[in-house]
Nanobody, 118 residues
Framework: QVQLVESEGGLVQPGGSLKLSCAVS????????MSWYYQAPGEQRKWVAS????????????SYANSEKGRFTISRNDVRGILFLQMDSLRPEDSGVYYC???????WGQGTQVTVAA
């Protein structure tokens, strides 16, 4: 059974940090390009960051949306089959439901709510 299960999000103060995880099972995770998206209330789902498969010499290449660049870090643990998103310097506009996605299989996690507020 294929599953993408995000960790619980939470309420964070502006300027704070939060680390999300996405546990993947049922697909060959180490061969899968993975991404994070988020969806604010009333808006379309937006791409946040992606990570390619891990190259033994150069690691896994990453890419970020402009608004998240320098504040968010995407990473992966291929042994455990887990995708991460470290979010720092959080802003109220970062609030929304965050989803992980497996590109090849076009699979989404169930989403986890992140709220940035004082």
């Amino acid at each position: 059974q294929v599953q993408l299960v995000e960790s619980e999000g939470g309420l964070v103060q502006p300027g704070g940090s939060l680390k999300l995880s996405c546990a993947v099972s049922g697909i060959p995770f180490s061969f899968e390009h993975m991404s994070w998206y988020y969806q604010a209330p009333g808006e379309q789902r937006k791409w946040v960051a992606s990570i390619d498969t891990t190259d033994i010499r150069s690691g896994a290449s990453t890419s970020y949306a402009n608004s998240e660049k320098g504040r968010f870090t995407i990473s992966r643990n291929d042994v455990r089959g887990i995708l991460f998103l470290q979010m720092d310097s959080l802003r109220p506009e970062d609030s929304g439901v965050y989803y992980c996605k497996a590109r090849t299989y076009d699979l989404w996690g169930q989403g986890t709510q992140v709220t940035v507020a004082a």
